[in-house]
């Protein structure tokens, strides 16, 4: 609190002068101003506020921030070569990676993975699951049974097993007693254009595996115990030809859809000009039955480079999907519907370009929760080679997708696709990839509403509650350990430094304890 007998030092007209605190608004200009506001949760004395979508007034602060391996770090020299996915369990705390050793004859091997609160990674020993060469890496979690579930292939069969979690040393159980064949013996080719999926419906507590064979796309609804999988009866989603492109074995994207409570898939249709296309499942028991297909967009009509990626985002409940459209040379985002019930189908906005004038190879989506989606790719237009991989933070607004940050992430060309998964006992936002024959993994400094910084909290406000806002203008208080005169910018925390940043310069700090608001920009 300033007391009137506080002086502070003002330039009156070219003359310097000393006034008491309560003159000191005579000296701020008729700009400044309050603002009542409602909380969207807790905001404590002195907080940094941002303005929320829905108009309210919500605690600045970072999806993750301040921590180890903000950009990517070699982990381990395993092997690994192009093929690989990871999964989380939040019964574990743990990452399992699933990968091709390239040093052991290109069999299917995975490993457990933590991150610990300080983002430093830790790696298990490995577990072989199958010893011939693998042309698929797809593992998922069951949820209802605790498992992870794989799908690789061994003498050109696609293959599934089940794998357990040992937290004491971080060691897996299952694999090769637990496998279940889904083709017939040699009937999985190994041409460049298989492709495999998992994807898990906790509606029906079904694992789907989809998968290109003989130029359809097929799916198989998988029921998962604690040591067995059970197979439902194959049947065509796509029955007159499969992707178009398939790099890695990604050629299949599918999500589960928590709001319409379907699976959306989409892959590039080499029977209709290699446009993105996607459909709707929906899982009854060990069948599925399958909606119209949806054109994504007609204007991307080559199959080089795709790098397809999906998400669903829990907030606004929309599809998110990211691709490389070679005929626009673009990274574009595009914003889908999912409806349900009788109509089963995916409507879809328009482009949204993310990567204007070149390639955006190895994109990844992933949904941080709150409205936030993490995105990654191999930037094609930094050919300075200085910032080749980026990472970002995007919101859906609508059809609309708004990127609010993206930053370097790697410096040269990766090896195969990038990851991002969130937990570990740290409970980080973790990506992961290979470069050579080492996975690497970072926990990037990621924001969340610096950008919409407002004004500060002079007082308390609980949830939900109406409070006042300081806006430009006006004298926060509650602040700590400021220096006196000194100019301050907002962090992506919340926090204030004297270093410049890419967020609100607020203002110069009168005392220990206040700061002037003389800008949100």
């Known amino acids: 609190t300033i007391a009137d007998t506080d002086g502070f030092v003002v330039n009156d007209g070219g003359t310097m002068k000393t006034i008491p605190a309560s003159d000191i608004s005579t000296y701020i200009g008729s700009g400044g101003g309050t603002v009542d506001l409602v909380a969207d949760g807790s905001i404590s004395a002195g907080d940094k506020v941002a303005i929320t979508s829905a108009g309210k007034a919500k605690t600045v602060a970072a999806l993750q921030t301040g921590v180890n391996n903000t950009t990517f770090t070699a982990i381990q020299n395993n092997g690994i070569n192009n093929y690989m996915d990871l999964a989380y369990s939040p019964d574990d705390d743990r990452f399992v990676l699933l990968f091709k050793d390239g040093g052991n004859g290109g069999a299917t091997t995975a490993q457990v993975i933590d991150i610990d609160s300080n983002g430093d990674f830790s790696i298990g020993s490995e577990l072989v699951i199958e010893s011939a060469s693998t042309t698929v890496c797809e593992i998922e979690y069951d949820t209802n049974v605790n498992r992870f579930v794989t799908l690789h292939t061994g003498n050109n069969t696609l293959r599934s097993v089940i794998l357990t979690v040992d937290t004491s040393d971080n060691s897996l159980g299952g694999g090769a007693s637990t496998e279940a064949t889904l083709t017939g013996s040699g009937a999985f080719g190994n041409d460049s254009y298989m492709s495999a999926e998992l994807v898990f419906d906790p509606d029906n507590n079904k694992m789907f595996a989809i998968y290109s064979q003989d130029d359809e796309i097929v799916g198989r609804v998988m029921t998962i115990s604690a040591s067995s999988i059970s197979l439902g009866t194959a049947a065509d989603i796509h029955g007159t030809a499969g992707p178009s492109w398939a790099n890695f074995s990604k ?8 709001a319409a409570d379907r699976i959306v898939l989409c892959w590039v249709d080499s029977s209709n000009s290699n446009k993105r296309t996607s459909v709707v499942i929906t899982i009854s028991g060990t069948s599925f039955s399958v909606g119209s297909e949806v054109v994504i967009t007609d204007t991307a009509t080559s199959d080089s480079n795709a790098y ?9 409940g929309k599809i998110v999907f990211f691709h490389y459209n070679g005929s626009t040379v673009d990274g574009e985002v595009y914003i889908g519907t999912c409806t349900g019930s009788s109509t089963n189908t995916c409507s879809w906005g328009s482009a949204n370009v993310l990567v204007d004038g070149d390639g955006s190879y190895h994109n990844v989506l992933f949904d941080a929760g709150n409205g936030n989606i993490v995105y990654a790719m191999e930037d094609r237009t930094k050919t300075n080679g200085t910032n080749l991989v980026q990472v970002g933070v995007g919101y859906v607004s609508g059809t609309s997708f708004v990127s609010k940050y993206q ?23 973790a990506l992961f990839t290979e470069d050579g024959t080492s996975i690497y993994g970072a926990a990037p400094d990621l924001p969340d509403n610096a950008g919409a910084f407002i004004g500060i909290a002079n007082s308390a406000i609980s949830d939900t509650a109406t409070g006042t ?41 009168l005392s220990s304890t206040t700061l002037l608001i003389q800008g949100t920009l």
């Open 251 to 258: 050629g299949l994207k599918a999500v589960y859809d928590t």
């Open 308 to 316: 397809l990626a999906l998400a669903f985002d829990a907030t606004s």
């Open 407 to 429: 930053a370097k992430l790697y410096t040269t060309y990766i090896d195969a696709p990038i990851q991002i998964v969130s937990g570990g006992t740290g409970n980080k936002i």
């Open 469 to 509: 806002i300081q806006l430009h203008g006006t004298i926060a208080t509650n602040q700590s350990s400021l220096s006196t005169g000194s100019l301050y910018y907002l962090t992506s925390s919340g926090g204030l430094s004297t270093t410049a940043t890419s967020y609100a310069k607020i203002g110069h700090a």
